[in-house]
């Protein structure tokens, strides 16, 4: 069984920093691409990040670019997304998803459960 679980979520200031976790498990883990998308109450998902399984290339939405910061340990299972300079913009239920680029916003199956992010003062 496919299992993804985020965690590192929280509330923070505007400006402040948060690193949320993904530890997956039920597939290869090493062997696939992996996202991070988000959702704002009231609005549809936004892909944020991918990281590819082979390069460790990353690519970022224009949205986050240069404040956040996606890598992974293959040997533990674990991605990770490094927040910086967050925003209220920021504040969304956060998931790791299994895949590539904004595709992954259409398969609901292949995410976690999601953990929140609140930005405010």
């Known amino acids: 069984e496919v299992q993804l679980v985020e965690s590192g979520g929280g509330l923070v200031q505007p400006g402040g920093s948060l690193r949320l976790s993904c530890t997956a498990s039920g597939f290869t883990f090493s062997s696939s691409h992996m996202s991070w998308v988000r959702q704002a109450p009231g609005k549809g998902p936004e892909w944020v990040s991918t990281i590819n399984s082979g390069s460790g290339n990353a690519n970022y939405a224009e949205s986050v670019r240069g404040r956040f910061t996606i890598s992974r340990n293959n040997a533990k299972n674990t991605l990770f997304l490094q927040m910086n300079s967050l925003k209220p913009e920021d504040t969304a239920l956060y998931y790791c998803?299994?895949?590539?680029?904004?595709?992954?916003?259409?398969?609901?199956?292949?995410w976690g459960q999601g953990t929140q992010v609140t930005v405010s003062s």
């Open positions: 998803a299994r895949g590539a680029g904004v595709a992954v916003t259409t398969r609901r199956n292949y």
